[in-house]
């Protein structure tokens, strides 16, 4: 049987098991807003969600400390999908109708994307894709509740190549070199090639690709691989165990971790905390966010939650990457859901086609993400129907043995090069599903 997490964020109390949380009497008296939170905190991915889940729930605890949203609390259901597919969608499927509906979903998961994303517009209900999904989903014209807010895999890639173009003196110097791709033999890997590929013949450099099979607990041929063909730099796209295996396979082989980039997902304490000093000098992207302990929202967390023992997790890990990147992505719905209320209603519960409307009409100022406690780990959002995106911004994260540490300035995705690839991937899939493209009318729906 399917265990449910189910977490009163409000003042009622609730029952434990897989029961109704509250009676529609009592949910329209209330005035809760209904966040389902889809999370693994078990198999062989869990070491990397179950911070995630922890900050996505903490940020949800903090905003009702705060008030709510005008006054609207947040009532959380938690459901286990082990990262698996089917299980998510079963979780989407269990959770969609629940306390009066889903108004928004965050997956948490690329194949999951891949499977709700048919599902959602006859739901009437926007996916919250931060940094993973599909890369072409940022054409809003196309993919009408699909946000992958913050950044796409795309944005990763070419973040990456202008990294290692960085190191080497510019992007004319990548022409002849050899770039090792090992990924994650997943929907989530294969989001890696479209970009890397199109960089590999603009540039010139040769590109080698080393699929992994799923989870990626057994390298040692790969790594074989990539020792006697010694690429100049090794692109790791991994999740979960794969990353840790990858960086002790690279150790043992003597493969520089300097000449190592990781994509984000590959990027945060639980890939190299095993590894410790053996993934010194290892570089990753940071989805904007990397660990930061001096930010305004962790020290109110410690202060408002866990300081009153209502953390959702151990309070070491409050401020680290993944924590954060939960703690963002959460924020981003809430905001989605304050911009709906601007237009449909302050102090009311919305529903998913009016959180929709607010998502596509973000404006995250500076200003605002520093009143949100955000200011330093990302810059500003701006969304519209032609980009659900919102920004292009990333920046380089080197491990020192110890500690993530920002090793590069901001670095913004070539929209000349990844505009037009998400353009023609959107048209594609909208052929291949017998979509029509919005209207500038419908996009002012």
Known sequence: MKKFRQLALATAVLALGGSTLLSSAAFAQAKEQYMPVLSYR??????????????????YKLVNARGGINGVKLLVEECETGYDTARSVECYERLKGNNGGAAVIQPWSTGATFAITEKA?????????????RSESADGTVFKWNFPLAGNYWVAGDVIIQAIAKKEG???????KKIALVYHDSPFGKEALPII??????????????P????????????LQVRQSRPDYTILWGFGVMNSTALKEAQATGYPREKMYGVWWSGAEPDV???????KGYNAVALQNSADYDAKLVKETLATLHGKGQGTGPKEEVGQVLWLRGAMSAMLTVEGIRAAQERFGKGKVMTGEQVRWGLENLNLTQAKLDALGFGGVLRPISTSCQDHMGAYWARIHSWDGKAWKITSDWMQGDEQIIKP???????????????????????QS
């Open 42 to 59: 078990t198999g062989p991915y869990a070491p990397n969600g179950t911070p995630i889940a922890n900050g996505i729930v903490d940020y």
């Open 121 to 133: 517009p006859a739901d009437k209900i926007p996916l919250v894709t931060l940094g993973y999904g």
């Open 170 to 176: 510019g992007l004319d110097k990548l022409k002849g």
């Open 197 to 210: 590929q199109e960089r590999a013949r603009a540039h010139g450099f040769e590109l080698q690709l080393l």
């Open 212 to 223: 992994v099979t799923a989870p990626g607990v057994e390298q040692k041929a790969t790594w």
């Open 273 to 279: 905390r095993d590894v410790g000093d053996g993934a």
């Open 421 to 443: 690839m998400v353009k023609a991937a959107a048209a594609k899939y909208a052929a291949e599903k017998k979509l029509t493209p919005r209207t500038p009318a419908d996009c």
